[in-house]
Nanobody
Framework: QVQLVESGGGLVQAGDSLRLSCAAS????????RGWFRQAPGKEREFVAA????????RYADSVKGRFTISRDNAKNRVWLQMKSPKPEDTAVYFC?????????????????????WGEGSQVAVSS
C-alpha cells in the first residue's frame, strides 16, 4: 500500500515562488520513480516533472523547464516541486505520483499511465 499526500499549494502572485511537497508512506525507497502532474479545469492531466529513484535523472515538461525543479530525499520519503516565477497558466491541481521502477535515466516526458500511485492533489492558483 502506498499513500501520497501533497502539501504547499495555495494562492501565489506571478513571479513569486512556491514549493510543493509530497510525503510518501507505505512502500517507499529508492526504487520508486516519482513525478508531478497537473490538471487545469477542463483539461487533461499533464506531465510536469519526474525524477528517478536515485535522483540522478530528471525530466521536465517544456512549459516549466528552467522554472520548476523537482527533487527528492529518500531518507525522508519526500519529493518536492520548487516553482519559481510561476505564471497564471500554471494554475492547476498538482498531483504527486509514484511507480516502482529501476529506470536510471528519463529520456522522454512520462504519461499518466506510467504511474500507478497518486496523491489527492494540491491546488495552485497563480494570480497576475
Amino acid at each position: 500500500q502506498v499513500q501520497l499526500v501533497e502539501s504547499g499549494g495555495g494562492l501565489v502572485q506571478a513571479g513569486d515562488s512556491l514549493r510543493l511537497s509530497c510525503a510518501a508512506s507505505g512502500r517507499t525507497g529508492s526504487t520508486w520513480l516519482r513525478g508531478w502532474f497537473r490538471q487545469a479545469p477542463g483539461k487533461e492531466r499533464e506531465f510536469v516533472a519526474a525524477i528517478t529513484g536515485s535522483g540522478d535523472s530528471t525530466r521536465y515538461a517544456d512549459s516549466v523547464k528552467g522554472r520548476f525543479t523537482i527533487s527528492r530525499d529518500n531518507a525522508k520519503n519526500r519529493v518536492w516541486l520548487q516553482m519559481k516565477s510561476p505564471k497564471p497558466e500554471d494554475t492547476a491541481v498538482y498531483f504527486c505520483a509514484q511507480e516502482w521502477s529501476d529506470l536510471t535515466q528519463i529520456v522522454a516526458p512520462l504519461g499518466v499511465a506510467d504511474f500507478g500511485f497518486w496523491g489527492e492533489g494540491s491546488q495552485v492558483a497563480v494570480s497576475s
